[in-house]
């Protein structure tokens, strides 16, 4: 089982900046990728960016230029830096992990959620 560990949502002004973390911990073989969804009210979950292990980083037109995802491979952590928040950013993020269980079948995890609201 993995368990996600999310931080770093909270209130900002438009404009400024907010950094969020997830930390994935427990009993896994390997990570196939990390990534951020949001979910804005009345809304369906969208994908914001995602990196593969290995891979590139990808990104939602919405947020491109803007925002930023890393991973520190050795801490099963990854990182989205939000800059120039806008209104429209406000939503639940989520972190999302995909990863190779112990007994070799490929399982996806889902974080709590953390509020961001941008106030304008």
């Known amino acids: 089982q993995v368990q996600l560990l999310e931080s770093g949502g909270g209130l900002v002004q438009a404009g400024g900046s907010l950094r969020l973390s997830c930390e994935a911990s427990?009993?896994?073989?390997?990570?196939?990728?990390m990534g951020w969804y949001r979910q804005a009210p009345g809304k369906q979950r969208e994908l914001v960016a995602d990196v593969a292990s290995g891979g590139r980083p990808n990104y939602a037109a919405s947020v491109k230029g803007r925002f930023t995802i890393s991973r520190d491979n050795a801490k099963n952590t990854v990182y989205l830096q939000m800059n120039s928040l806008k209104s429209e950013d406000t939503a639940v993020y989520y972190c999302?992990?995909?990863?190779?269980?112990?007994?070799?079948?490929?399982?996806?995890?889902w974080g709590q959620g953390t509020q961001v609201t941008v106030s304008s």
């Open positions: 999302n992990v995909q990863c190779v269980a112990n007994n070799g079948k490929f399982s996806g995890y």
């Open positions: 427990g009993s896994f073989r390997s990570i196939i990728a």
